[in-house]
């Protein structure tokens, strides 16, 4: 391995800084078409409903980026430089590369913060990066997933542990596996998706000692194709109508504590569960647990061994 820098271009699906920049952000995810005034009514409705507003949602994206910075450096002094690049929100994914190429970096390896691939997902991130990364003679390679790294596994399992200790095991209990729903047409492109999904969910039930779960699907989009499902709040509810009145969500899916998080679950599915008489409740997210670092940094080398 040369000892030439290496850009790291870290990608993450954005969110606004401010309220403020709520319909900006709405309308580039709308791919430039901006939102109704009952569609921006009810997204900023989201957002005042999550404690502490938006800004704690970006802290929790730079606070990672910063964190693989550190544990990079911890293993690799000096060898690499990490930059953030949004998909939705500054600065964007092709920003970050401008940079690294303004660094005078002529070498990147871009790595999202999401453990599963979907062409529709993790493929346009690194298409976008790619493109940029080409017009500017910058030699970029990509890290598409690592939702099986054995650090991503033992910090997701010690989280599912330690709720568990919050519900009576004496009466059933399920565990809801869930990440975000995609459209369905990914299963006719033999998309890795939601194949990832369940590998990763079945290696932390294991090491969990978890014997009765489900993978379930949220937070799918609003438009006329039909999404991945079922949705968690119907999986709720059949579930209670099985008799068993205890449900811990593990949305594998995510990385961080954010709007399909604080809101999808923890306000949406939680009244839902009330209403149906279930106890519910949460794993923590990985934010910047020091092993999600490590998953991340060795990801990361180990593109740049193989190149």
């Not at 990763?200 to 039930?205: C, E, F, K, P």
């Not at 009765?212 to 991945?228: N, V």
């Not at 008799?243 to 599915?269: N, R, T």
């Not at 940094?297 to 061994?305: H, L, N, R």
Request: aromatic fraction near 8%.
């Amino acid at each position: 391995m040369s000892k030439e820098r290496v850009g790291v271009l870290v990608m993450s699906y954005g969110t606004p800084e401010s309220m403020d920049g709520i319909e900006e952000y709405y309308t580039h995810i709308r791919r430039g078409h901006a939102p109704t005034p009952e569609q921006l009514a009810e997204l900023t409705g989201r957002y005042e409903r999550i404690v502490g507003g938006v800004f704690p949602l970006r802290e929790n994206t730079n606070r990672q980026v910063a964190g693989l910075q550190a544990a990079l450096d911890a293993s690799s002094p000096g060898r690499y430089v990490c930059y953030q690049g949004l998909k939705h929100a500054r600065p964007y994914i092709e920003t970050g590369m401008e940079e690294i190429a303004r660094d005078g970096i002529t070498k990147a390896i871009g790595i999202v913060l999401a453990p599963h691939y979907s062409v529709m997902s993790v493929g346009g991130y690194i298409e976008r990066a790619k493109k940029r990364a080409e017009e500017l003679g910058v030699d970029a390679a990509f890290v598409e997933s690592y939702h099986l790294h054995p650090k991503l596994i033992e910090a997701l399992s010690e989280r599912v542990v330690n709720a568990l200790k919050g519900f009576d095991r004496t009466e059933p209990l399920k565990v809801l596996f869930s990440a975000h729903s995609l459209p369905q047409r990914i299963r006719e492109m033999d998309d890795p998706y939601e194949r990832q999904l369940l590998e990763t969910s079945s290696a932390v039930a294991e090491r969990s000692g978890v014997n009765d779960w489900a993978f379930t699907w949220q937070s799918a989009g609003r438009t006329r194709e039909p999404w991945l499902g079922p949705d968690i709040l119907e999986t709720l509810r059949e579930t209670a109508d099985s008799g068993c009145k205890q449900v811990l969500s593990a949305p594998i899916g995510f990385v961080s504590d954010h709007l399909e998080v604080l809101y999808d679950l923890d306000i949406e599915a939680k009244a839902e569960a009330e209403a149906l008489g279930v106890r519910f409740a949460r794993t923590d997210m990985l934010n910047t647990d020091p092993r999600y670092m490590q998953t991340l940094a060795e990801s990361v080398e180990a593109k740049d061994e193989w190149q």
